[in-house]
């Protein structure tokens, strides 16, 4: 069975970067698609990026040109690169793995990111 763990959550100033980072546990390849989704308090959950085996990429229009979303196969791991972060960022972040688009079979538990103004 996959298992998906997030770290990196962190808080930051605006205009500021973190990484966050997805170790996949178990057989990763019944994973095709991976994303992470964030949801703020009292908003709906919602898938800021995804990245396909092949490795398209789709992002939410309020994150595009400030996050990268990038899977290392060989290190098992998935990352989102966030640059420029704005306050409207905070929230909980949550990595997800799935065999079809969008990805939900598999969530992680979440990490925190807050940013200050």
């Known amino acids: 069975q996959v298992q998906l763990v997030e770290s990196g959550g962190d808080l930051v100033q605006a205009g500021g970067s973190l990484r966050l980072s997805c170790a996949v546990s178990?057989?990763?390849?019944?994973?095709?698609?991976m994303g992470w989704y964030r949801q703020a308090p009292g908003k709906q959950r919602e898938l800021v990026a995804a990245?396909?085996?092949?490795?398209?990429?789709n992002y939410a229009d309020s994150v595009k040109g400030r996050f990268t979303i990038s899977r290392d196969r060989s290190e098992n791991t998935a990352y989102l690169q966030m640059n420029s972060l704005k306050p409207e960022d905070t929230a909980v972040y949550y990595c997800?793995?799935?065999?079809?688009?969008?990805?939900?079979?598999?969530w992680g538990q979440g990490t925190q990111v807050t940013v200050s103004s």
């Open positions: 178990g057989s990763d390849r019944s994973i095709d698609v």
């Open positions: 990245v396909a085996s092949g490795g398209s990429t």
């Open positions: 997800t793995g799935g065999t079809s688009w969008p990805p939900r079979d598999t």
